[in-house]
């Protein structure tokens, strides 16, 4: 499976931005997915996951600003960020593994993208 990211920018505080995750390869379907990131001199931290049977979880820090979605059809994973902030800027990654778990360990996933650079300025 590959991955292509793409979606980043640089925006204002307050803007939006959509993620994508093109998946190419194999059907995503049966994958748990998540999007990570990494800002500058800080570790990769997890944002949010997404698990086969379509449940989430997010960082504490994006609830109710972040969305992670799916389209199985286009093999497809989203990310709708919302209501950005400065400290939300960074490289955002995306992961996937066919599993029924999914992990906030970005090195578990046995697929990873390239990153998309989200830049969020005051």
């Known amino acids: 499976v590959q991955l292509q990211a793409s979606g980043g920018g640089s925006v204002q505080a307050g803007d939006s931005l959509r993620l994508a995750c093109v998946a190419s390869g194999r059907t995503i379907s049966n994958y748990a997915m998540a999007w990570f990131r990494q800002a500058p001199e800080k570790e990769r931290e997890i944002v949010a996951r997404?698990?086969?049977?379509?449940?989430?979880f997010y960082q504490e820090s994006v609830k109710d600003r972040f969305f992670i979605s799916r389209d199985n059809a286009k093999n497809t994973l989203f990310l709708q960020m919302n209501s950005l902030k400065p400290e939300d800027t960074a490289v955002y990654y995306c992961?996937?593994?066919?599993?029924?778990?999914?992990?906030?360990?970005?090195?578990?996933?046995?697929?990873r993208g390239q990153g998309t650079q989200v830049t969020v300025s005051s």
């Open positions: 992961a996937a593994k066919d599993s029924t778990v999914s992990s906030p360990n970005f090195w578990w996933y046995s697929y």
């Open positions: 997404i698990m086969r049977n379509g449940n989430t």
